[in-house]
């Protein structure tokens, strides 16, 4: 009785939340199962065990393991919270599960290139983040051993024990290759992936097979500069990152500096902080001239997303890293490189756009949307602060790619600079990330990266001395200068041993 009871409530329930929408009565019994999922992921939730796991373990107590990664994927055995957690098991990468995923994604890439030019692309160049192994177990390198034509083996356990070359008739396209861009935490934290890749590069690069069917031994071919063994492993090299020891891409700390004055001042500074080759037998050695050659084969740049927790405006080292590989591909290779952003926040249905439509839909959903402007408000100085990074990273995609449209510009600066309500917020709670965002958009339209309506971009020079004025209040008594509306761009070139450095 008191079954029916509980079914003929959620039957009730179900139908007030979904009206017409609700077709199919008898499946309403499916929403008692989530509903005991729900309250139990509530449960764990509330019951956060991280101030209590902390004092314990400093106390010198035994904290039992646990997995991390994103309740939004499917992940609620990593709660509760204040365990001695563990990201993900290196030798599993990737997992049988991220294998199928990648092999979609792989195809979704290789479909859009097409679409957009053509022709399959020969090379593409990615960039490989620990992250991706950490939250999807995994999905970017299975899509990179997919291009490559190499299949992971796995033994009892999950565990990835080296891989099987697929055959050309079973392939059914050429073998792509790929050039990668990993970071500091890749060549750290994940050391037998590293391996992974660039055993398969070699063993793919070795195979007796046409070169317009193996792309990867048609540039190491061409690439070879005599028949040494030592050329050979030069020419193989396809795995490059920051120098041992470092980290980063140095072009995020450029664009942020105005400390450049052309796509090649941006592609010098990612070629010097980023020739170092890595994999077996590579602990990093310099290689700046073998990367160069790699990408000048380069017909696309890469990188993926896998939750919309993280979007690619919220840290400056998106566009370091991938808008820095996009510039300097683009002027080794001499002609356009087209830049894609890959979408597996719904492993299901992965899917492949447009760098350009990937920062138009965060631009609509996030930035501009009256509601998430609103939520940021609450949180006051930090919310404004958190604001004009998004849009000075919005600034810096274009600086790197150019792939944020005019219209963007145009309404970032109306919505926040322009309307007098936020314009009075922002004077009031953090006059600073105003002075920021307004001259953020003044350097772009500086440097030709945004073309707009004279009147609009006089409203934002009028505005740049009303908030340099809110400065000078500020200031008080103290003495000095501040950053006004002007930018003042410093290079390499105003530094001879700046200029030195790079390659």
Request: glycine share 10%; aromatic share 8%.
């Amino acid at each position: 009785m008191a079954v029916h009871v509980q079914h003929a409530a959620m039957l009730v329930l179900a139908g007030r939340v979904m009206g017409k929408n609700l077709v199919n009565a008898a499946a309403v019994a499916e929403l008692e199962y989530w509903q005991d999922k729900i309250r139990d992921i509530d449960a764990k939730l509330t019951v956060s065990l991280e101030t209590e796991g902390l004092l314990h373990g400093m106390q010198g107590g035994y904290l039992p393991a646990g997995p991390s990664g994103l309740i939004t994927r499917g992940r609620p055995d990593i709660l509760p919270t204040g365990r001695n957690f563990y990201s993900a098991d290196p030798e599993c990468i990737p997992t049988r599960a991220a294998w199928k995923v990648g092999q979609k994604l792989a195809g979704a890439l290789l479909n859009r290139h097409h679409e957009d030019t053509g022709r399959l692309p020969e090379n593409c160049a990615m960039v490989l983040w620990a992250s991706d192994c950490m939250w999807t177990d995994g999905e970017q390198v299975a899509q990179i051993l997919t291009l490559l034509g190499a299949e992971p083996k796995w033994e009892e356990g999950g565990k990835v024990k080296g891989f099987r070359i697929v055959p050309l008739t079973e392939l059914d396209r050429p073998r792509i290759d790929v050039t990668l861009r990993i970071s500091g935490v890749i060549r750290d934290c994940f050391p037998g992936i590293v391996d992974l890749v660039d055993e398969a590069v070699r063993q793919v690069a070795a195979l007796d097979e046409p070169c317009e069917q193996n792309y990867v031994r048609k540039h190491t071919l061409e690439q070879l500069t005599d028949d040494s063994p030592e050329a050979w492993e030069q020419a193989t090299a396809r795995i490059f990152g920051c120098k041992p020891s470092t980290y980063g891409v140095g072009v995020d700390l450029a664009v942020l500096a105005s400390a450049w004055n052309s796509d090649q001042d941006l592609a010098d500074i990612f070629l010097t902080w980023s020739s170092y080759a890595y994999g077996r037998q590579r602990g990093g050695q310099a290689a700046a001239a073998q990367f160069k050659r790699q990408l000048a084969t380069v017909d696309l740049a890469y990188n993926k997303a896998a939750t919309d927790e993280y979007d690619l405006f919220g840290c400056a080292c998106h566009f370091g890293f991938l808008g820095g590989l996009t510039t300097a591909a683009r002027l080794a290779k001499g002609s356009e490189v087209k830049t894609y952003y890959g979408d597996t926040r719904d492993p299901g249905r992965p899917a492949v756009v447009s760098l350009a439509e990937e920062i138009e839909g965060i631009i609509r959903i996030k930035t501009l949307n009256p509601a998430w402007i609103e939520g940021m408000k609450r949180h006051g100085y930090k919310g404004a602060g958190d604001m004009a990074k998004r849009i000075t990273n919005v600034y810096g995609w274009d600086a790197t790619t150019g792939a944020v449209a005019d219209w963007v510009f145009d309404e970032l600066a109306k919505t926040y600079v322009l309307d007098e309500t936020m314009r009075k917020w922002f004077e009031e709670t953090n006059p600073w990330a105003m002075e920021e965002i307004n001259r953020r958009l003044l350097e772009a339209a500086q440097r030709g990266l945004w073309q707009t309506d004279p009147e609009l971009l006089q409203s934002l020079k009028e505005t740049q001395v009303e908030i340099e004025g809110w400065m000078e209040e500020l200031m008080g008594d103290v003495q000095g200068e501040f950053q006004g509306g002007a930018v003042d761009i410093f290079t390499a070139d105003d530094v001879p041993a700046w200029k030195a450095k790079l390659v």
